[in-house]
């Protein structure tokens, strides 16, 4: 009966050891990095999918895609602990900031689907560190280092502004948004089908685990070609991105758009 425990506490601590060390690889990031869309962009991308968008008035500028934990080279960590089901209760003091710095575009859905998306892929698996663990904790963070930005300032010191009309080259967009943060960034466009135009859609910027802004690894190293909204659409062929390059689904040669905010015409 004796040697019969010892086997069976054995065998518990040697799966409990496993568990460990598995949800420690799922867990185990190099940067985070954060994501932010241009709002009109995201109303492209829904007309390529034959859908409605809406962007409310309250949104004044760029917003939140999400935080994520990275490792160069591949597309982990993701879905980090399925146990932790989101609850919209734990941020809802946040709901006022939320609505301006974190929407979601697509028309007729909560803005909780997005929140829920962020928080069950990119969300715990930043729960290793204590300054994001919880809802609370990483909405409130990625706020936090999202309100401390002004990507519409930066790209208008260089003279980059909105029209229906201009257009831009994605390197005078890539050159204003470095000078701006003082670290290196990654710019992803959209190729729009019916006017077979690429419009400028986000701006990622990363940062280490102590919310420190550094150089973002280059696109061709991160792997994130089907990462371009959290609805993951496909890469247009004819836009993807060169190797060794800080561009996603911009164009080899040629200008891209950047539109205004449909509450602002």
């Keep these: 009966m004796v040697y019969l425990f010892f086997v ?10 496993a568990l460990a060390t598995q949800l420690k690889e799922k867990t185990d990031f190099q940067y985070l990095l954060l994501a932010h869309f ?11 999918e034959g859908e409605d968008c809406y962007v409310s008035p309250v949104v004044k500028g760029w917003t939140i895609h999400g935080l994520w934990p990275s490792i160069a080279g591949t597309e982990k960590p993701d879905y980090c602990n399925d146990s932790m089901k989101f609850n919209y209760n ?11 710095n974190w929407p979601s575009f697509e028309m007729g859905a909560p803005n909780t689907s997005l929140w829920e998306h ?24 990625t706020m936090n280092l999202h309100e401390k930005l002004n990507i ?41 089908k019916k006017t077979q135009r690429h419009h400028l859609e986000q701006v990622w910027l990363c940062y280490n685990k102590q919310l420190q802004p550094i150089d973002c690894p280059e696109v061709s190293a991160t792997k994130r070609l089907s990462s371009t909204l ?21 164009p080899k040669s040629g ?10 015409q």
């Design 8 to 17: 069976l506490a054995s065998l518990l601590c040697t799966q409990t050891e």
């Design 38 to 48: 241009w709002p009109t962009t995201s109303c492209v991308f829904f007309r390529n």
């Design 90 to 100: 734990e941020i809802k003091s946040l709901s006022s900031r939320l609505a301006v």
């Design 118 to 141: 962020e928080w069950t892929k990119h969300g715990t698996c930043a729960y290793s560190l204590p300054i994001l663990k919880g809802e609370l904790k990483y909405f409130n963070g």
């Design 152 to 192: 519409t300032k930066y790209l208008e010191d260089s003279g980059i502004v909105p029209s229906n009309e201009a257009m831009y080259l994605p390197q005078d967009i890539f050159n204003a948004v470095k000078k701006g943060v003082g670290k290196v960034p990654d710019i992803t466009c959209l190729y729009e």
């Design 230 to 250: 959290y609805f993951e659409s496909v890469a247009e062929q004819e836009a993807a991105a060169p190797l060794n390059s800080y561009f996603q689904e911009c």
């Design 255 to 264: 200008k891209v758009y950047y539109k205004p905010l449909p509450n602002s």
